[in-house]
C-alpha cells in the first residue's frame, strides 16, 4: 500500500483517539492488511449520545479506512456486572434496542458485525483456556488495577467478578481476532493488560486506539485517568440530568441543555462547547447561532476553531450556545425518535426498556 494512503488513514484514527499505541505497529498493519477492530458494550439502561452519535461517527470514520469492525455485545459481562439485576433476557432486549439507535443514527453498517459474547463462548469453549492461562501470567494486584472497566474502584468489598471481567474482556481480544482495540479511555488499563501478557503466550498484542469520552452536561468533579495530564468527566447514565439520550424528546433535550454547565468563555471543560466539537461539526458543515437582531443578529460558523475562539472572545453568550447546541442535537436525534415511533419492533423494544429496573 502507498505510503501516502497509510498516512491519510493513520489521519483519520487520529481524529477519533486520544492515545494510539503504538503509532508504528497501526502503520504496519495498514501496510499488511485490512485490520480489524473491535469495541465491546454492555447492554444497560437507555443509551446516551455518547454511546450513540459518538460511537456512530467513530465507527464510520474506522470503515472508512478499510477497518473491518466487530462489536462485542457483553450479555455475560453485563451479569458479571450485576446490570438489570444480572437477569440475561432483560440485558439481552437492552442489547438489542442498543443495535436499533446504530441502525437508526447512520452507523454505517456494511462493515460491522455484532456479536453476543455469551452465544460466543458458548460455542467456543477454548475461550476460557485462554481466561485461565492469562490468569496464570498476571497477578491478583494487576488485575484489580482494572476495576474501572467495570464502574468500580479498589475495594476488598467488590464482588468476585472483578477478576474474572478483565481476564474474559482480554481473552476477548484474541479470539475476536482483533488486531486493533479501539476502546475508551476508560478501558486502556485492561488493553494494556492485554498487551503485557499476550507475548508471553506467544500471542500478538493489539494496536490500542483509545476514543475520547463525552462529557456529561453537569459541572463534575474531576478524576484522573491512565492518560497523563487526562481527566475523566464522562456522561455518565447515573444522573440523567448530565446525560442526553438517544430516544429523549425534543422538550427534554432543550431543558438539560438550558441546565447544562457552560462558563462564560471558558472552553476547557465546556461539555457544550465539547458536543459542538466532537459531534455538531461531525454531522454539518455549517451551523448557525440564532439571536435576536438587537445583540447582533445570527452567526454562522462553518469550523468548530472558530466558534471556539468567538466564545472565548464573548462574542457568542453562554446561553445562545446552549440553545444551539440543543437545536443541532435535536436534528441529530430526529432519525432515531421516528425509528422508534414508526418500526413496531424498535417501539416494543423500547416500551421494554423504559420498563426495566
Same mark, same amino acid.
Given at each position: 500500500? #502507498? =505510503? ?5 488513514? &493513520?489521519?483519520?484514527?487520529?481524529? @477519533?483517539?486520544?492515545? &494510539? ?42 470503515? %472508512? ?7 462485542? $455485545? ?19 432486549? !437492552? ?13 454505517? +453498517? ?20 485462554? @481466561?485461565? =492461562? ?5 497477578? @491478583? ?31 476477548? &481480544? ?28 506467544? +500471542?500478538?498484542?493489539?494496536? !490500542? ?24 468527566? =464522562? ?15 425534543? #422538550? #427534554? ?18 461539555? $457544550? ?25 445570527? +452567526? ?18 453562554? /446561553?445562545?450556545? /446552549? ?8 436534528? %441529530?436525534?430526529?432519525? !432515531? ?21
Amino acid at each position: 500500500m #502507498e =505510503k501516502s494512503s497509510v498516512d491519510e488513514k &493513520i489521519k483519520i484514527i487520529k481524529e @477519533v483517539s486520544e492515545e &494510539i499505541i503504538n503509532e508504528e505497529e497501526l502503520r504496519n498493519l495498514f501496510e499488511t492488511k485490512n485490520p480489524v477492530a473491535y469495541d465491546g458494550f454492555e447492554p444497560s439502561g437507555k443509551i446516551h449520545i455518547a454511546q450513540g452519535l459518538l460511537r456512530a461517527i467513530t465507527v464510520n470514520k474506522l470503515v %472508512s479506512t478499510g477497518i473491518r469492525f466487530k462489536f462485542w $455485545v457483553a450479555d455475560w459481562f453485563a451479569m458479571l456486572n450485576n446490570k438489570m439485576g444480572g437477569d440475561l433476557e432483560k440485558i439481552r432486549d !437492552v442489547g438489542k434496542y442498543f443495535i436499533e439507535v446504530w441502525k437508526a443514527c447512520g452507523m454505517d +453498517l456494511e462493515n460491522v458485525e455484532f456479536i453476543w459474547a455469551s452465544d460466543f463462548i458458548k460455542e467456543n469453549p477454548e475461550y476460557w483456556e485462554t @481466561v485461565m =492461562k492469562l490468569s496464570r501470567n498476571t497477578t @491478583v494486584q494487576r488485575v484489580l488495577r482494572c476495576g474501572q472497566i467495570m464502574g468500580r474502584g479498589d475495594s476488598i468489598s467488590n464482588p468476585a467478578s472483578q477478576i474474572m471481567y478483565p481476564l474474559m474482556q482480554a481473552a476477548d &481480544i484474541h479470539h475476536l481476532g482483533a488486531d486493533i482495540a479501539q476502546l475508551g479511555t476508560d478501558q486502556r488499563k485492561v488493553n494494556m493488560l492485554a498487551r503485557d501478557i499476550f507475548p508471553k503466550l506467544d +500471542l500478538t498484542p493489539p494496536v !490500542v486506539v483509545s476514543h475520547h469520552m463525552l462529557m456529561g452536561l453537569k459541572e463534575t468533579k474531576t478524576e484522573k485517568t491512565g492518560i497523563e495530564g487526562a481527566i475523566d468527566k =464522562k456522561m455518565s447514565k447515573s444522573d440523567p440530568n448530565s446525560a442526553i439520550f438517544m430516544t429523549d424528546t425534543k #422538550e #427534554e433535550v432543550e431543558k438539560k441543555f438550558k441546565k447544562a454547565y457552560c462558563p462564560e468563555a471558558q472552553a476547557e471543560n465546556n461539555p $457544550v462547547l465539547e458536543y459542538f466539537k466532537y459531534i455538531v461539526f461531525e454531522k454539518f458543515d455549517n451551523i448557525t447561532i440564532d439571536r435576536p437582531e438587537k445583540y447582533g443578529g445570527n +452567526l454562522d460558523f462553518s469550523s468548530y476553531e472558530d466558534l471556539e475562539k468567538s466564545f472565548i472572545e464573548k462574542k457568542v453568550h453562554p /446561553k445562545d450556545l /446552549k440553545d444551539a447546541c440543543a437545536k443541532y442535537i435535536n436534528k %441529530s436525534l430526529e432519525s !432515531v425518535r421516528e425509528h422508534f415511533r414508526k418500526n413496531e419492533d424498535a417501539k416494543e423494544l423500547l416500551e421494554k426498556i423504559n420498563t426495566k429496573k
